[in-house]
């Protein structure tokens, strides 16, 4: 497969296969006129990859989970390991987001969006106490 097939595949877009290439985490192999040749097993890591990226997994986490997907002697503690310390960061951003959702809310309902130049949300933003 050339890279527009494997892209199309794999729901993976050229540019990011390129890049997964750059930094060694698929190696496809070359024809002698220097193109791209994809092998089944190309297009997996490359599925593989893309759903791990789109669960927000880091590229180096991708680059463990790929390690450990490729190696029978793992141990599923090792996986499930990694997937919790994700889940946590998950948590932490949702948390900051909640939070972060819940002041703003504050700020729009206080401010009361008229002609006069007095303005709560602006006062907020400008105070360091804040």
Known sequence: MNIGEVAEA??????TIRYYEEIGLIRPQR?????????????????FLGRARALGF?????????ALYEDEAR???EV????????????AKIAGLTEMRETLGDL??????????????LSSLADPES
């Open 75 to 77: 141990s599923s503690a």
């Open 31 to 47: 024809g002698d006129n220097g193109y791209r040749h994809f092998r089944e097993s190309d297009l997996h890591k490359l599925a």
């Open 80 to 91: 499930k390991a990694l997937a919790e310390q994700h889940l946590a960061e998950i948590d």
């Open 10 to 15: 794999a729901g993976v877009p050229p540019k």
């Open 58 to 66: 880091s590229i180096a986490d991708c680059r463990v989970l790929l």
């Open 108 to 121: 729009v309902r206080s401010c009361a969006g008229d002609n006069r130049p007095d303005c709560p949300i």
